[in-house]
């Protein structure tokens, strides 16, 4: 069999059980997509390889149809209530970075692992994608990396769900009082359509949005000490917020359908966590029986500080509505089940309105923070 079908056949087999993984519920939770990445794990354990762009490839579309599905709401959100709403993303990210450091100086851990912990804790992909990027000349960074976003991934996705199920009854909410409280986002004024438009699907304006997002990547952030880049998340990301924004150029027509974006987050999804996968799992045993119960220790504090700090600032501090902060909340640790869940206690769809519109700025934030970290890391070791 030829490399090229040996590889092909991986990734739709790594897809195939990861999502049958995924659907298994336990107490109201379940992997979902994650599930892909897990079997990515068992595959590479044992010794499966894929190539590298598939992985990048799959980064670059999920977060290119990301950004264009958020854009127009992401800036109503942005120009009505941004101020609050990236206060609480900072502080999610601040208290997230404040522990990672905490961590790294107490246990003395490796920075690759340490923030391959922190973005399991956040239970972000996107972030995850782009600190590999900068470490991806190391095999064993990567491969501590991989390990620590493997083992801490499934521990954050259970406690930010039970989080936002615990705090209204800790609270002693009224919730059907918090319901009639919950504040939405107002849609704007719609943009007329341009007149050409290059395909009936929006595939010409995704393909051209990657390659502006892929060049808009490259180009260095002015930060003390350089070389921090968007890179293949945070370009593709940006750029299609603002193609999204644009909705037309002179008499081209911008928009991209949102049925065709769906399915293009799920292949992404698929070709990345099984990339990622198969490329973490071969270090994962040794990591894991290396770090033990420091690795679980640091990746609780990960997890719960950053959720106590943001959801202290939004509700304490800021007086959100209850249900607005912790979806909030939700979407500054880009945790979309607990999203799920809030609209499963509420009944309020609108939340996802909410939900869709800080997203990105965590995501954008994310990027940043965690090759920030990264340097620092490297800096003291």
């Known amino acids: 069999m030829s490399g090229v079908a040996e590889s092909i056949i991986t990734v739709f087999l790594i897809g195939f059980l990861g999502r049958g993984l995924g659907r298994i519920r336990i107490r109201g939770v379940d992997l979902g997509v994650s599930g892909i990445f897990f079997a990515g794990l068992v595959f590479g354990h044992f010794g499966a390889e894929l190539p590298q762009v598939l992985q990048s490839l799959g980064l670059v579309l999920f977060i290119t149809a990301v950004g264009l599905s958020a854009g127009e709401g992401f800036f109503t959100v942005l120009r009505r209530s941004g101020g609050p709403c990236v206060l609480v993303c900072a502080a999610a990210l601040a208290a997230g970075a404040l522990s990672c450091v905490a961590v790294m100086r107490i246990f003395g851990m490796d920075a690759a692992l ?85 395909d009936e699907w929006g595939m010409g304006v995704f393909s051209l949005t990657v390659v502006l997002g892929v060049l808009l990547g490259t180009v260095p952030l002015p930060l003390p000490g350089g070389g921090v880049r968007l890179g293949l998340t945070g370009g593709p990301l940006l750029a299609g917020l603002l193609i999204s924004r644009l909705g ?7 928009r991209v359908k949102s049925s065709s974006l769906a399915p293009v987050k799920e292949l992404g999804l698929l070709l990345f966590f099984s990339g990622a996968g198969t490329e973490g799992g071969r270090g994962f045993a040794d990591i894991l029986s290396v770090w033990g119960a420091k690795l679980l220790i640091g990746g609780a504090v990960m997890v719960i500080v950053p959720l106590l700090a943001a959801f202290c600032l939004a509700y304490g501090v800021m007086r959100m509505p209850l249900f607005n902060s912790l979806t909030v909340v939700s979407a500054s640790v880009t945790s979309t089940p607990s999203l799920a869940m809030l609209v499963n206690m509420t009944g309020v769809d609108g939340l996802g309105a909410v939900y869709a519109a800080v997203y990105p700025v965590s995501l954008l934030l994310t990027v940043v923070v965690l090759q920030v970290l990264l340097r620092l890391g490297t800096g003291w070791a």
């Open 114 to 198: 340490a923030v391959g912990i922190l973005s399991g804790a956040f239970t972000n992909s996107t972030g995850y994608g782009a600190a590999k990027a900068a470490v991806s000349g190391s095999a064993a960074a990567v491969e501590a990396m991989s390990a620590g976003y493997g083992v801490i991934y499934p521990l954050g996705l259970i406690c930010k769900v039970l989080f936002v199920q615990l705090v209204p009854k800790f609270l002693h909410a009224d919730m059907a009082e918090e319901r009639r409280r919950v504040l939405l986002p107002e849609a704007g004024p719609s943009r007329p359509a341009g007149r050409i438009r290059l």
């Open 248 to 254: 037309r150029a002179g008499p081209l027509d911008l």
